[in-house]
């Protein structure tokens, strides 16, 4: 399985909820070791550098990730929040986010595992309470559970992304075609 970062959800709490690929099967995690889950956050270009973490900021960051994704597959279903969701998410986002400085060669914001964990699930405070929730959408690879913001044309996009799954939906929808297709 790749370790790549992938970036595809249209906003950081989405694509941190994608940490967990693949959950309704073989459930592969992201976040392993301290090192991964602050590549995730210089990655994902919320900060710019993150002091080293400790094993429980992974454990309280895949708690806030457990609860993200529970609070938008309620709201992608129109379904109620869960009480204990909300209450992670919004302790999280109560605690101070990193905060950019200006330095000579522009600008640089230095974190603590905590800070960008606390931005994060602002950007999921932001994005469940703002205009892109009616554009909520589940990837429509059946292996795949990233829930992505669909703003293309007609809202007609199907994958999260195409590098990642809609290249792979495709080439088997043509082998499976090609199978059945008679050969004169």
Not at 21 to 45: H, I, K, Q
Not at 106 to 112: C, L, P, V
Not at 128 to 147: A, F, Q
Not at 169 to 183: D, E, F, G, L
Request: glycine share 6%.
């Amino acid at each position: 399985m790749n370790l790549d970062h992938v970036f595809v959800c249209g906003n950081p709490a989405l694509d941190f909820a994608a940490t967990l690929r693949a959950r309704r099967t073989v459930r592969f995690e992201m976040f392993v070791t301290p090192d991964r889950l602050n590549a995730w956050y210089v990655e994902s270009g919320l900060v710019d550098a993150v002091s080293p973490g400790q094993e429980a900021d992974v454990e309280q960051a895949r708690a806030v990730r457990e609860a993200v994704y529970g609070l938008i597959t309620a709201r992608r279903l129109g379904e109620e929040y869960d009480g204990a969701a909300l209450t992670v998410v919004n302790n999280a986002a109560r605690k101070p986010p990193a905060v950019p400085q200006l330095t000579p060669s522009g600008r640089w914001t230095q974190a603590t595992p905590e800070e960008a964990l606390s931005m994060v699930a602002r950007h999921a405070v932001e994005l469940l309470s703002g205009p892109d929730v009616p554009l909520l959408k589940e990837c429509g690879n059946p292996e795949c559970t990233r829930t992505y913001i669909d703003r293309s044309r007609g809202m007609r996009r199907q994958w999260c992304g195409m590098e990642s799954c809609g290249n792979k939906i495709k080439a088997a929808a043509y082998r499976a075609r090609k199978k059945t297709t008679p050969v004169d």
